[in-house]
């Protein structure tokens, strides 16, 4: 066994697809140490620097002081405590919902939600490019799934038209895709949601907290907040905290509290990271928070700006997340390492994440950089690209 496990891990080394961790020592703030070395960073969903704001920090400690450290059971227990319910009324408040539901995580949430909605009979349509967390959540569901072509909405639309007189149907979508950074074209599949009398779920991960005016996801940038059946997005990225939630109706949550298993059979988030959660959306919501996306903005726009100046292909994305295009796993590898060899800390993305020969690294701008920050990095990217032959 030992032999086998030793030989597979050796094959991953082969192919130019191992993984290691790397150790931050401190806080997730725009510069951090890594491994003993001063590195500007700038591969982190920390989006608006929430993770090490004061008001997340006092919330966290005061809830501790008075709950405790655990909740102790799952929900369905004894571990449904009042801040969860407070949260809970927070982010449908938030998502001008109806109801909401916490999961422990954005992959507990996924994998919940879509095997509790649909099973056998029903239909998932998928786009291409959807977060592994709802490709394994769809398949938990036992549901048959077709996959239609990245933010294609045409060719989803004849696709539907296939499936008419099929049991229950959910269109499933990222809002924004975390590879990408590219939108989802949210108008158009509500549209064919409505048509079919299908659901519409969106895992709004990557927009939570920093598109639309009041910092309520890529469904109020486009106007749709009362369009979406299901939003699911999370707290661990832009809000700084941890855990994730559906923004639902009342019946639907009724429905995930009796059979999403993720949900039932998990303990519940801790007091600590509940209050830290509230904070965070109570920022976001305010006119600091409205700062912190613009700062965002400009600061992306910046950095892309330059990198174009460079030659860099950046994709179609519009929003913090800038990949850049490199192609070969090995090349984005070694690009990732010279370039923290200058200080700066960008992951390279390669298969199974992104296909193969579309490997690239995923940058992602933070609130909390500085013009001269993001100008260093895009200086130093260029330098090393130009060295590799990648412009």
């Not at 939600?113 to 977060?131: C, E, K, P, Q, Y």
């Not at 409505?194 to 469904?219: K, P």
């Not at 100046?309 to 994305?317: E, S, W």
């Amino acid at each position: 066994m030992e032999q086998t496990i030793h030989d597979e891990l050796q094959q991953i080394r082969n192919r130019g697809l191992y993984r290691a961790t790397r150790l931050i020592q401190g806080r997730q703030s725009a510069r951090v140490v890594l491994e003993g070395c001063e590195t500007l960073l700038l591969c982190s969903n920390n989006y608006l620097g929430l993770a090490e704001h004061p008001a997340l920090t006092e919330a966290a400690i005061r809830a501790t002081e008075r709950f405790g450290t655990s909740s102790g059971a799952s929900r369905l227990v004894s571990g449904t405590m009042e801040l969860h319910e407070l949260l809970e009324a927070d982010v449908a408040r938030f998502k001008q919902s109806e109801s909401a539901l916490i999961f422990n995580s954005g992959y507990a949430a996924n994998t919940g939600i879509i095997s509790a909605i649909v099973g056998r009979g029903d239909v998932i349509f998928s786009d291409r490019l959807n977060h592994a967390s709802i490709i394994d959540g769809v398949r938990l569901s036992g549901a048959k799934l077709v996959r239609y072509p990245h933010n294609d909405a045409a060719t989803l639309a004849k696709v539907m038209e296939k499936q008419r007189g099929t049991g229950r149907c959910l269109i499933v979508t990222d809002g924004v895709f975390s590879m990408d950074g590219d939108l989802a074209p949210l108008k158009e599949l509500a549209v064919l949601a409505s048509r079919h009398g299908a659901l519409l779920m969106v895992d709004d991960a990557h927009g939570c907290g920093v598109l639309g005016r009041e910092g309520r996801g890529s469904a109020e940038l486009l106007g749709l907040l009362g369009s979406i059946d299901i939003h699911v997005g999370t707290f661990g990225k832009a809000l700084g905290s941890f855990g994730a939630y559906a923004a639902l109706s009342s019946e639907l949550r009724e429905l995930l509290i009796n059979r999403a298993r993720s949900f039932i059979f998990s303990t519940s988030l801790p007091p600590a990271v509940l209050a830290a959660s509230s904070a965070a959306l109570r920022i976001v919501q305010s006119e600091e928070g409205r700062i912190l996306r613009e700062r965002l903005y400009a600061g992306t726009a910046l950095f892309k700006e330059r990198l174009h100046q460079a030659g860099f292909r950046t994709g179609d994305g519009t929003t913090q997340i800038v990949p850049i295009m490199t192609g070969d796993a090995d090349v984005t590898m070694q690009f990732s390492k010279l370039l923290l060899a200058e200080g700066l800390f960008v992951q390279g993305i390669r298969p199974p994440t992104v296909p193969a020969g579309a490997c690239r690294l995923r940058c992602t701008v933070m609130a909390t950089h500085t013009d001269a920050d993001l100008l260093w990095a895009a200086e130093r990217i260029a330098d090393v690209g130009r060295s590799l032959g990648v412009i």
